[in-house]
């Protein structure tokens, strides 16, 4: 009986053995045409990096910086003076901006 049991067993185990090794060798799947391929698509170069914003004393924030995930409301946690009656603290990028309520233009740059 001991017999029969060694030799199924070893007969058994290169079985199982290879198909552990072909299942762990298999390739990634490869992505649909609507998923993330990674990179820019080869059929365009890819895009250049935007411009810094270095906005000074006077100019106005663009309109897609009006919106209400740039204000700043806590400015205490950022350590930013508190901003006179007319105007808030826009964040964008790491920089503060003390902006005008009614114009947007931008009264004083950093803390």
Excluded: C
């Excluded at 009986?1 to 298999?26: H, I, N, W």
Aim: hydrophobic fraction near 30%; charged fraction near 20%; charge should be positive.
């Amino acid at each position: 009986m001991q017999k029969r049991f060694v030799l199924l067993a070893a007969l058994a185990l290169p079985a199982m053995l290879a198909s552990v090794s072909t299942f762990a060798q298999q390739p990634p799947p490869r992505p649909g045409p609507n998923e993330y391929h990674g990179g820019p698509p080869p059929d365009r170069p890819p895009p250049d990096a935007p411009p810094p914003h270095a906005w000074r004393k006077g100019d106005r924030l663009p309109p897609e910086y009006r919106d209400r995930q740039y204000v700043i409301d806590d400015w205490q946690q950022y350590r930013l003076k508190p901003p006179p009656r007319g105007y808030h603290w826009v964040g964008v990028s790491g920089q503060y901006y003390l902006v005008r309520n009614s114009s947007w233009a931008v009264e004083r740059v950093g803390p």
